[in-house]
């Protein structure tokens, strides 16, 4: 006879009888959390790091003789470590491919600015995947996958979500005249102040959220993504000070990655003390290559942005003891497309969505279970221009060979520096990466003439506030907050949005040459911001006073324009718009007779 087991009785001791309706409640709320922490006892949490800018070499345990890193050293001799990882040579390449599984390029996704740094709206995040699988969700800090709906993190399976806009805080999309200390960030879309260093303001919300979420018998998810040690280069004096021989920049550099060093000690050591650690999949990576390989290459070619594997070659450690992923190395070539789906397998959450990723499961390098584990290619490349360029900056890759550009070949294993050109003596491997990069490109061409379009007149965000960030351009694209403060309006500098208007009907839209939290008029110059520790903030460019006197836009076949009074902070027009595609185009015309976009568009659905 069968004897059942002490996990099959729950429901029995749970049954209700005839008691008080306030304990009933009370009992009934107690059988819920006890099958909820049943059904998800076995499934671990995830706390998953990445940082912006900081290469394989910036961690003390990959040779750099200056960097203090005791924490990420810690972890590097502690974790399953990935020595052969690759990502896109720049950050919201790396990111798209990274939560997708899938090809960078394939996502929409194959540039920072531009309306290219937003992330299709039919691909799923691994939020949305641990979401749908009974995981709590949550991002902390830097996004860069768009800053409007439907690209937010909110809106891509992330409940929880404290974040600064565009690709860096104080870029087009942040609160206006954040720096890197205080200011405000986006608290679940609405604008919340802050206190203290961004790195350290982004840690302390995801303790707050593992805190809130310990007791819910769900795992979590939590992804912290520091726009540090990204530029501007601005560091707590405390970890700049530690680096006196190095100019200001890469002090401040070095600064802001020994203060993540110091968060990342500081969560774990948190995880241990709530009785978090053993069953907590830990992962630290970064984004792309290094910007200070002039003080330390780890004898690789190329920085940030490089085809090269300076470029893309970076840390990963993931941790998890109850996994036994833990002290050991792999050296099997892996790539960010492969994180989504690894992470899938390990936390044991169905891909619902039937996916098909282009990276693969890699557990089983990272239990050093795989008894024979083919030989890969990968595809990398630095597009960083409004439409994709076959071959650009592209590196095709293996365990050992790395063909740069369609035409170059390295051996890898016997010339990490990737000094000397051997593709006359391999015709033969110059062929077949050739021939799966053909592939590869054939693939994913026909998708870069599909833009991502910002969706106008749906509740999630009405009114949508749009900004020169993402402009789509041949020209200069007002970036960060320091280009909008100089106002730059020579010829070129103007652009249009892809939107889809998703209602028809009547819409109100406010144009702005300012934000409107910085409550100035559209003709008014602006004093310099006060300065941060570090080189010179974007806020510190003195705004420069434009005399507007009339402004227009056209969305498909609806136009309109108005005068500019003076003194006047914003204008605002009526339009009908049809439901579908169209370009956005906003002109402010000056008294001089020049022209350029206005930087901010607010756009309500009536």
């Not at 690209?151 to 600064?164: A, K, M, N, T």
């Not at 948190?270 to 990576?285: A, M, P």
């Not at 360029?389 to 294993?413: C, F, H, P």
Request: glycine content about 10%; proline content about 6%; aromatic content about 10%.
């Amino acid at each position: 006879m069968r004897v059942a087991s002490d996990l099959e009785k729950p429901l029995v001791f749970c049954q209700i009888t005839p008691f008080s309706p306030m304990l009933k409640s009370a009992l009934s709320g107690l059988c819920l959390a006890l099958i909820t922490a049943i059904a998800y006892a076995d499934q671990p949490n995830v706390v998953f790091i990445i940082t912006d800018d900081q290469g394989y070499p910036e961690i003390a345990a990959n040779g750099n003789p200056i960097i203090k890193t005791p924490n990420l050293d810690q972890l590097h001799r502690e974790a399953v470590r990935l020595e052969d990882y690759h990502v896109a040579p720049t950050c919201s390449p790396t990111r798209a491919g990274l939560i997708t599984g899938h090809w960078t390029n394939r996502t929409g996704v194959w540039h920072t600015i531009m309306g290219r740094s937003m992330i299709r709206k039919n691909e799923v995040t691994i939020a949305q995947h641990l979401k749908d699988g009974g995981y709590q969700t949550a991002m902390f800090g830097k996004w860069h996958l768009g800053d409007n709906y439907p690209f937010r993190p909110e809106d891509r399976g992330f409940e929880e979500v404290l974040r600064h806009g565009g690709g860096g805080v104080g870029q087009t999309p942040d609160y206006w005249d954040n720096a890197y200390f205080d200011g405000a960030y986006f608290h679940n879309s609405k604008a919340e102040a802050v206190k203290g260093f961004c790195t350290d303001v982004y840690f302390d919300y995801a303790k707050q959220f593992i805190l809130a979420n310990k007791g819910s018998g769900k795992p979590f998810f939590a992804y912290i993504s520091t726009n540090a040690p990204h530029g501007p280069m601005h560091a707590p004096e405390e970890y700049s000070k530690l680096y006196p021989n190095l100019d200001t920049a890469m002090a401040n550099y070095y600064g802001m990655i020994t203060n993540i060093d110091e968060n990342v000690g500081k969560m774990r050591e948190f995880l241990r003390e709530n009785g978090l650690e053993e069953n907590t999949i830990f992962v630290f990576c970064t984004d792309n290559g290094s910007v200070g390989t002039k003080v330390y290459d780890a004898n690789m070619r190329g920085g940030k942005g490089s085809e090269y594997d300076g470029g893309h070659r970076v840390p990963f450690f993931i941790y998890w003891p109850k996994g036994n992923l833990k002290r050991r190395v792999v050296t099997e070539i892996c790539g960010h497309v492969d994180i989504t789906p690894t992470l899938l397998d390990l936390c044991g959450v169905e891909n619902k969505a039937k996916v098909k990723f282009d990276g693969v499961s890699i557990r089983p390098l990272l239990e050093g279970k795989a008894q024979s584990w083919p030989d890969r290619l990968l595809v990398t490349d630095s597009q960083r221009v409004r439409d994709p360029i076959k071959w650009r900056k592209s590196s095709v890759m293996t365990n050992q060979w790395r063909l740069i550009n369609g035409e170059a070949l390295y051996d890898i294993k016997a010339d990490p520096k990737q000094a000397t050109d051997v593709a006359g003596k391999h015709p033969e491997v110059v062929k077949t990466l050739r021939q799966f990069y053909d592939d590869w490109w054939a693939d994913l061409e026909p998708g870069f003439k599909v833009p991502a379009q910002i969706i106008l007149g749906n509740p999630a965000e009405n009114p949508s506030i749009l900004t020169c960030h993402d402009w789509i351009t041949d020209g200069s694209t007002p970036w960060n907050q320091s280009h909008v403060r100089a106002g730059l309006d020579k010829p070129g500098t103007q652009g249009f949005w892809y939107v889809w208007v998703e209602q028809a009907g009547e819409y109100e839209i406010e144009l702005r040459r300012w934000p409107r939290e910085s409550d100035q008029a559209i003709s008014a110059s602006l004093p310099p911001g006060a300065p941060v520790p570090g080189v010179k903030a974007y806020r510190e460019t003195p705004g420069r006073g434009i005399n507007v006197v009339k402004a227009s836009l056209k969305i498909g076949d609806a136009e309109a324009e108005i005068n500019v009074p003076s003194g006047a902070k914003s204008v605002t027009l009526k339009v009908n718009l049809t439901e579908g595609a169209h370009e956005f185009w906003t002109t402010f015309e000056t008294a001089e007779g020049g022209t350029l976009g206005a930087y901010y568009a607010y756009v309500r659905k009536l």
